[in-house]
Each structure stands twice: as C-alpha cells, then as structure tokens.
C-alpha cells in the first residue's frame, strides 16, 4: 500500500509537470528588422518661390543594426543643381548620443570633393564595444545652385548612395543592408528678380539689389537672394542688371 501510495504520486507530480510545459506559451524570438542605410528625410522640394543660396540638410542614417563596429558610406550630388556647404560626423555616442560607434576611434576616410560632387566617410572602433540600435553616421548641409524660371521644367534630382559604402561587425563579416536616397525637387521660380516674394519686380526688389551691391557671403549686408548671376558669391552689376532688367513685372494668377 504505502509502494502504491509512491507511485500514485510519482504520476501525479510528472502529470503536473508535463501538463505545465505543455500549456506554457513560449515566446518566439521576434525576426529581425532589416538594417536601411538612408538619407533623412527621403524627399525634398524647394520653391516655388526664390529659393537659390536655400540651405537643407540631410542626416546619413543607420536604423536597426547589430553588432556594428565599422562603417563606409558615400554619397555623391549633381553639382549643376547643388552646392556642398558642410558636415558634421557624429562618431562617437559618448560625443554624439544620436551618432554611431563607441570609444575610441580609427578615421580612415573623411573627404569631400565639392567640385565633383561627392563624400566618402571611413571609420571604424579601435577599443570600444559594438553598436546595437539606429543612429545617425553624419550630417550634410546643401545649398540650391540652380533654380529654373517658370515656365521652364522643374529640376528633379537625388542625393545617393554608391559604391563603397559597407557595415562591419565584430568577426569583420559584412552586415547586409538596403539603401534609401533622397529624391530633390526644385520648382521653377516665376523671376528670380523679385527678390522679396511679393510676386512682383519693383523698386523694393531694386533697393535690396542696391544695399548688397559687392557684398560677399563674409559681408554683413549679404544676401543671397540678390545673388542671381555668375559670377557666385558676389553681388555686382550683373545682379543688378537682371533686377532691373526685370522690373514691372508682376505674377498672374
């Protein structure tokens, strides 16, 4: 009896025990999101009003990344549409808490070729440990160079990714990942003589003409809306000229 007594238990404790695994809910692992390398934000779209000298800037992301120890990423732009201002690398985090990497760091690459329109940006972790998460590689600041005047075609254009550009992890495998670009749009301006967006070309248009005249980007009284012809970077007579040149002329609805 007592024997019986022992096994009668003994069955009793497996049952429970089978019945708790079987009817416990065991979480799967969630899949993995997809590592995007991409341009922040995706789309830009200036005018219709003057928007030449305009500036933008684009953040160079990386979102869902494990194990991330090195990166090298390059861009390129139309430098007919497009001009290179600056940028910033935000390496590391303890530096830059919504940039990549941590500790101490290898520069291998940092270079931009403005004339020819592209940035190649190399670097990798000497000593600290790897990268979990989304963050930002670097910075770009854009100014518009070209704008055309309506009724001319709006200019669409991109800021990319290309070749090389790569994701490391810790063994120095490559980590995969898809590439988002920015597309940019620049809307015909209706004269780029009216100077103050008021939709016509008068003596108002003129006089900031006249108050920039051969001020430069340096100059206190500069302003890039008046800085309408080439030469660049200079407001002279070839500004003024398409002021006046222009002058009378008003918008129709």
Same mark, same amino acid.
């Given at each position: 009896m007592k024997y019986l007594s022992l096994i009668v238990c003994a069955i009793l404790v497996f049952s429970l025990l089978f019945f708790s695994f079987a009817f416990t809910t065991v979480s799967?692992? #969630?899949?993995?999101? =997809?590592? !995007? !390398?991409?341009? %922040?934000?995706?789309?830009? =779209?200036l005018g219709p009003d003057n928007? *030449?000298?305009d500036t933008f800037t684009l953040k160079a992301r990386v979102d869902n990344v494990e194990d991330l120890t090195c990166f090298a990423l390059h861009i390129v732009w139309n430098t #007919?549409?497009? =001009?290179? !201002? %600056?940028?910033?690398?935000?390496?590391?985090v303890e530096t830059y808490p919504d940039g990549l990497l941590h500790g101490d760091i290898l520069w291998v690459q940092n270079e931009v070729n403005a004339s =020819?329109?592209?940035?190649?940006?190399? *670097?990798?972790?000497?000593?600290?440990?790897? $990268?979990?998460? #989304?963050?930002?590689a670097f910075e770009i600041t854009f100014s518009v160079k070209y704008q055309p005047v309506d009724p001319g075609p709006e200019v669409n254009t991109s800021v990319g990714f290309i070749l090389p550009h790569d994701l490391a992890d810790s063994n120095s495998w490559a980590i995969p990942h898809s590439l988002e670009n920015c597309s940019v749009t620049i809307l015909p301006?209706?004269?780029?003589?009216?100077? +103050? %967006?008021?939709?016509?070309? +008068?003596? $108002?248009d003129v006089m900031l003409g006249v108050n920039a005249y051969q001020a430069?980007? #340096?100059?206190?009284?500069? +302003?890039?809306?008046? %800085?309408?012809? +080439?030469?660049?970077?200079?407001?002279d007579i070839f500004d003024i000229v398409m002021i006046v040149g222009s002058y009378g002329e008003e918008y129709l609805f």
């Open positions: 799967a692992p #969630s899949p993995l999101l =997809e590592t !995007v !390398v991409r341009l %922040d934000p995706a789309i830009i =779209e928007c *030449i000298n #007919s549409y497009l =001009e290179y !201002v %600056d940028h910033i690398v935000k390496v590391p =020819e329109g592209w940035y190649w940006v190399a *670097i990798a972790t000497l000593d600290g440990p790897s $990268f979990y998460g #989304s963050g930002i301006c209706w004269n780029l003589a009216d100077v +103050n %967006d008021d939709l016509k070309v +008068n003596i $108002f430069t980007p #340096s100059d206190p009284h500069w +302003n890039p809306r008046c %800085d309408l012809a +080439n030469p660049y970077d200079i407001v």
